[in-house]
């Protein structure tokens, strides 16, 4: 046991040393030295403790895999060196395996495994993480113990990219995975989430711009732990395989309706919409039904960022869409809400922004969330590179002002 302290703590010097990635470039040697304190265990001031480890130390040095020096004229260690021609046995002794061994394994798993993979941001993970084993020897830190969570990583990896954008819950895609409803939340999630807000564009884009927990960060790739609702009121029929739903007939507030329903939808019958209003704030959306709606209008919840579900839901209600129909959408007056625009636009060609002018930035600046100097530079950024183009005006009031205007403020009209 001992015997594998010691030599655990070279190996580790050895593994940060150009020894391992450039052999044969560096003459310096590989050693622990203890007025550097780079052997804590050898407590030399307590003789039982500073004798045993001598001990272990004469013993490796008669197997030939280190050497050692003395203080002059004491029982005392100086250092201990590594000795690089016997690596193999070192690591043997240890049970640990070479770097390159290690970064040869991992390289080829993740290219077998992943070869059928299209997701992009997982290929990118892929790229990037055989890239540095192959250039650099160096494999995630998760993978030096063993490769279990590598493996169960790779299984999710493959099984979300099959879904090829479907929606599951999170019970189900982990059942998928490993026969077991409870290891991905237990045992892969939080790896599965780190290396998507690493690679993900999408993902990085949206967290961005939005406080998203880990809940809503899932339900972005389309994991959900449990179905999302989606909020609607106004004059229209929703067909199903199992019959009619009238939105009508839950006037005011509006029917919710769950996310694992939407592959059940057949049709919206929309004849007497000609306004769809959406809206991201859950207070202005309970608000306006309230106060606002008006027979011909049909007001959604937009809530946030869309995950994969909620596009298709939205999808099926573009596709009922008369010519006619107008579409609009609100949100607060920032990157977000910019974004979100954009997003919902490729879904609604049509769409136009609903209270989120230049003007409403100069009527409301007095209340906006002030905003940093960080901040205010991204947005000097995105208008410099021709983003969100029907924001532009708004965008430079928001740099005037140094605010940005968020939905709640129009209710204290």
């Not at 890239?131 to 030096?144: D, F, I, T």
């Not at 999630?189 to 690493?198: G, Q, T």
């Not at 230049?358 to 901040?375: F, I, K, P, Q």
Request: hydrophobic content about 40%; proline content about 3%.
């Amino acid at each position: 046991m001992k015997q594998n302290i010691l030599l655990s703590h070279l190996l580790d010097k050895y593994e940060k040393s150009k020894h391992l990635t450039q052999p044969g470039t560096s003459t310096r040697r590989v050693m622990l030295r203890i007025e550097k304190h780079e052997f804590p265990e050898y407590a030399y001031e307590d003789a039982q403790i500073r004798d045993t480890w001598n001990d272990v130390v004469n013993d490796l040095k008669a197997h030939g895999l280190i050497s050692a020096e003395w203080v002059s004229g004491r029982p005392v260690l100086s250092c201990v060196v590594l000795n690089l021609e016997h690596l193999a046995e070192c690591y043997q002794l240890t049970g640990r395996t070479h770097p390159k061994e290690l970064a040869q394994t991992v390289i080829e798993r993740m290219t077998a495994r992943l070869s059928g993979v299209t997701t992009d941001w997982i290929l990118a993970w892929r790229d990037d993480i055989c890239h540095q084993a192959k250039e650099n020897l160096r494999v995630p830190p998760y993978c030096k113990k063993d490769l279990v969570l590598l493996d169960q990583l790779l299984t999710a990896f493959v099984v979300y990219d099959a879904l090829s954008g479907e929606s599951i819950t999170m019970r189900a895609f982990s059942g998928k995975c490993y026969q077991n409803t409870k290891t991905f939340e237990r045992e892969v999630r939080d790896s599965f989430l780190r290396i998507a807000l690493s690679y993900c564009a999408g993902l990085i884009e949206a967290c961005e711009q939005s406080e998203l927990g880990e809940r809503e960060q899932l339900a972005y790739l389309g994991i959900y732990a449990r179905p999302e609702l989606y909020e609607l009121t106004g004059n229209c029929v929703i067909q199903t395989e199992q019959g009619e739903i009238s939105v009508a007939a839950a006037a005011p507030y509006g029917l919710a309706l769950p996310s694992s329903g939407v592959d059940t939808i057949q049709s919206f019958d929309m004849s007497a919409i000609r306004k769809v209003i959406f809206i991201e704030n859950k207070t202005n959306y309970d608000e306006f039904v309230l106060s606002e709606l008006r027979p011909w209008e049909l007001v959604v919840y937009h809530g946030g960022f869309l995950s994969p579900q909620k596009c298709k839901f939205f999808r099926k209600m573009a596709a009922a869409l008369q010519n006619q129909t107008e579409t609009v959408f609100w949100a607060d007056i920032d990157l977000g809400g910019f974004q979100m625009f954009e997003r919902l636009k490729g879904i609604f060609p049509t769409l136009t922004p609903m209270r989120m002018s230049a003007e409403d930035v100069t009527t409301y600046h007095g209340t906006g969330l002030v905003r940093s100097e960080h901040y205010l530079k991204t947005v000097q950024t995105a208008l410099a590179c021709d983003q969100y183009p029907i924001f532009h005006m708004a965008m430079k009031k928001i740099l005037e002002y140094g605010v940005t205007i968020e939905q709640e403020v129009f209710l204290t009209e």
